[in-house]
């Protein structure tokens, strides 16, 4: 079934639209670098992490915090996004997206200050995708006006709920009333431009009474609906409740017919369901979330923030997987040491790029056509890595995967048991890949290591 996972990847793979046309003029492509042609923009994350109170489900990056810093956080933002901006040597931010922890809490004078440390180090266009999480409470409410005068003109709602009990048990700080607030007033300022997030799966929840609640939702939400199914992360205390028998929550068939109905009654609504856990109407697809899908470079700016980008000041033309520094605290004192968090640096073998944007491009209805797959492998297509396989025979035969034309994909009923299914395409990528000579190049020998831009 479906999950969190990746938080739709707007956190790790997290999770714009970037135009796979926009190949710089003379850009040769190297199979064996670890990198497609290299290009000059990317999305940008920008992580919050303070919340006010820890939600008993929660298991991100976020910490409650001691005191009041924004004035030091805002200055570790901007200078850590200049600094990897200048790294990476990108001419072009297609779009930004601002999540935690709770980015709410952020003054909007932090969100104006990032923006403009991005225009003066790329371009960042009037159009561009500016997204800001917010947690509904009158608090966050009251500061929307602000934020979209700062540049913010989407937001994404965590309602999570509109039963107050299980608000209350998740560990949410708003209430159902005030959560239909927030959405009317964002969607006063950004109309079409609003995404809420609902959870499935909670404990004592039923088919009957989630489509219930998600027919209510749809009375009051914009264009923009993202589904996540209830998972149990190790360490948290809703982990140890159930694990202690003191919750139960829905069996695995209970579930997936709650996502299967949610998926119906959206698509009555009107939406189009785009990825596994995110739908649409009107076109109000996220922009960012689909460059981390298609497999574009983003930039990942905060304590705990990944990113994926070619460090070209360096001299190296391999895409690299940067984490920050997770500890606020101590990410702060090594962005004033050395104007950067980054914790760890791993150069992407072929092989590595290419589960990525295998695993990313699945999540999309469309998956992955053609011309995207050749951009990164362009001696080994679709058919040819994916085409000989029995398992893989096994899941075309039977509806759940699609090969054609067209390129790979899911099926309708197959883009609910993607899990399932991964591992039988990641066996057969890893098996065709390591059959072609790699003439050992350099960049097939994955390096991790730790140092200064």
Not at 242 to 262: L, N, S
Not at 309 to 323: D, N
């Amino acid at each position: 079934m479906i999950s969190r996972g990746l938080r739709a990847a707007k956190r790790v793979l997290s999770p714009s639209v970037r135009r796979f046309s926009d190949v710089t003029a003379g850009d040769g492509i190297d199979e064996w670098t670890g990198s497609p042609p290299l290009r000059n923009q990317a999305s940008l994350y920008v992580h919050w992490p303070y919340c006010l109170r820890r939600c008993t489900y929660c298991n991100f990056n976020k910490y409650i915090s001691r005191g009041n810093n924004d004035h030091l956080m805002t200055e570790c933002l901007q200078r850590e996004t200049k600094t990897l901006l200048q790294l990476s040597q990108l001419s072009c931010i297609t779009s930004v997206f601002f999540g935690g922890g709770t980015p709410s809490l952020a003054e909007p004078s932090t969100i104006a200050a990032v923006l403009e440390t991005v225009s003066m180090h790329a371009n960042l266009s009037e159009t561009a995708e500016v997204t800001l999480e917010v947690n509904p409470t009158p608090a966050g409410k009251s500061k929307l006006e602000d934020y979209h005068r700062a540049g913010v003109n989407r937001f994404s709602i965590g309602v999570q709920s509109l039963q107050d009990k299980d608000l209350k048990f998740l560990g949410r700080d708003h209430s159902s009333h005030q959560a239909v607030q927030t959405i009317e007033e964002a969607r006063r300022l950004c109309p079409g431009r609003v995404s809420v997030d609902v959870m499935f799966g909670r404990p004592k929840q039923s088919v009957e009474s989630w489509e219930k609640e998600l027919l209510e939702l749809l009375r009051v939400c914009d264009d923009h609906v993202s589904l996540y199914q209830l998972t149990l992360e190790r360490g948290t205390r809703l982990f140890k409740q159930v694990v202690g028998g003191e919750v139960t929550v829905p069996p695995e068939d209970v579930t997936a017919e709650m996502y299967q109905r949610a998926r119906t009654m959206l698509h009555r609504h009107g939406f189009l369901q785009y990825e596994v856990s995110n739908f649409a109407r009107n076109k109000a697809v996220s922009h960012h979330n689909m460059n981390y899908w298609r497999g574009g470079q983003y930039i990942g700016v905060g304590p705990g923030a990944h990113g994926r980008f070619v460090p070209r000041k360096e001299g190296v033309l391999v895409r690299e997987a940067r984490t920050q520094t997770l500890e606020p605290d101590v990410w702060i004192r090594e962005v004033q040491q050395r104007g950067h968090g980054t914790r760890r640096r791993i150069q992407l073998s072929h092989l590595g790029l290419l589960e990525e944007v295998l695993v990313m491009g699945m999540r999309l209805t469309e998956g992955i056509n053609h011309e995207r797959w050749e951009l990164f492998s362009p001696r080994l297509g679709l058919r040819e890595a994916f085409g000989g396989s029995t398992d893989v025979q096994e899941l075309l035969q039977s509806g759940q995967l699609v090969l054609d034309e067209r390129g790979l994909r899911c099926s309708w009923d197959g883009l609910a048991l993607l899990d399932s299914m991964l591992p039988a395409l990641l066996v057969e990528l890893e098996r065709k890949v390591s059959q072609r000579p790699q003439g050992g190049h350099r960049a097939d020998r994955s390096k991790n290591k730790t140092s200064n831009p």
